[in-house]
C-alpha cells in the first residue's frame, strides 16, 4: 500500500528563520511529487512540484526530492506568520492519483 | 474563469440517512475526484470520474457511490450514513492534459449524528 509520511508537528519557528518540512514516501514507483498548503477551515492549494533529484525553487520555497532515499522536503525561507498552515505531501505514480501524508502544522511565531 | 463549486458547505444528518454531494469542475476540465478529510486519517482518495467514467477508486466501501455527468459535474453519494462518516468532502478537478495540478473546492463538511 501506497504510503506517504510526514510529522504532524506542529513545527514552530520565528519570523525570518527558515522552516524545513520532511517527507517520506513507501512506493518506489512514484513519479511526481507535491507540497498543497493548507490554511486553517480552506482547502488545499498546490505551491509546489518536483519531479527529478535535486533542488526545484520558486521564491521562499524550494522543493528537494530524493529519489534513492524516498525523500521529499520543502525548505520556506524568510518565514512569515502568513505561511501558518498546514503543509500536505502528496506522491503519485502513472495514474495521476496522489497519495497525501496527514499534513505538518506549521507556525511561524512573530 | 470560476474555481471548483461544492455545494452545500455544511450538511448535518443522522445515521442511516444517505446524502449526495455536488461538484462543479473548473470549466474545461474533465476530471473530478472526490476526498475525505478527517484529522486522524488524513486526506483519502474516494474515486476519480473522467468523461463520464469512474477511472480510479479508492478503498472504501460501496456505501459511497459516485457520477458524473456530460457536463463535467459530478455528485458524491453515501448512503447508510455512520458516524464515522463524519469528514470534510473534498472535490478537485483536473486539466487532463497530462497536467497533475488538483484544484480543490471549499469542500463539503458533513456531520452525522
Known amino acids: 500500500q501506497k504510503e506517504v509520511e510526514q510529522n504532524s508537528g506542529p513545527l514552530s519557528v520565528p519570523e525570518g528563520a527558515i522552516a524545513s518540512l520532511n517527507c517520506t514516501y513507501s512506493?518506489?514507483?512514484?513519479?511526481?511529487f507535491f507540497w498543497y498548503r493548507q490554511y486553517s477551515g480552506k482547502s488545499p492549494e498546490l505551491i509546489m512540484s518536483i519531479y527529478s533529484n535535486g533542488d526545484k525553487e520558486d521564491g521562499r520555497f524550494t522543493a528537494q526530492l530524493n529519489k534513492a532515499s524516498q525523500y521529499v522536503s520543502l525548505l520556506i525561507r524568510d518565514s512569515q506568520p502568513s505561511d501558518s498552515a498546514t503543509y500536505l505531501c502528496a506522491a503519485s505514480g502513472g495514474s495521476y492519483i496522489p497519495t497525501f501524508g496527514r499534513g505538518t502544522s506549521l507556525i511561524v511565531h512573530p | 474563469k470560476a474555481g471548483v463549486t461544492q455545494t452545500p458547505r455544511y450538511l448535518i444528518k443522522t445515521r442511516g440517512q444517505q446524502v449526495t454531494l455536488s461538484c462543479s469542475p473548473i470549466?474545461?476540465?474533465?476530471?473530478v475526484s472526490w476526498y475525505q478529510q478527517t484529522p486522524g486519517q488524513g486526506l483519502q482518495f474516494l474515486f476519480e470520474?473522467?468523461?463520464?467514467?469512474?477511472?480510479n477508486k479508492g478503498n472504501f466501501p460501496g456505501r459511497f457511490s459516485g457520477r458524473q455527468f456530460s457536463n463535467s459535474r459530478s455528485e458524491m453519494n453515501v448512503s447508510t450514513l455512520e458516524l464515522g462518516d463524519s469528514a470534510l468532502y473534498l472535490c478537485a478537478s483536473r486539466d487532463d492534459r497530462g497536467a497533475e495540478k488538483l484544484f480543490f473546492g471549499s469542500g463539503t463538511q458533513l456531520s452525522v449524528l
Open positions: 512506493d518506489r514507483v512514484s513519479q511526481s
Open positions: 470549466s474545461g476540465h474533465r476530471s
Open positions: 470520474y473522467f468523461s463520464e467514467t469512474q477511472r
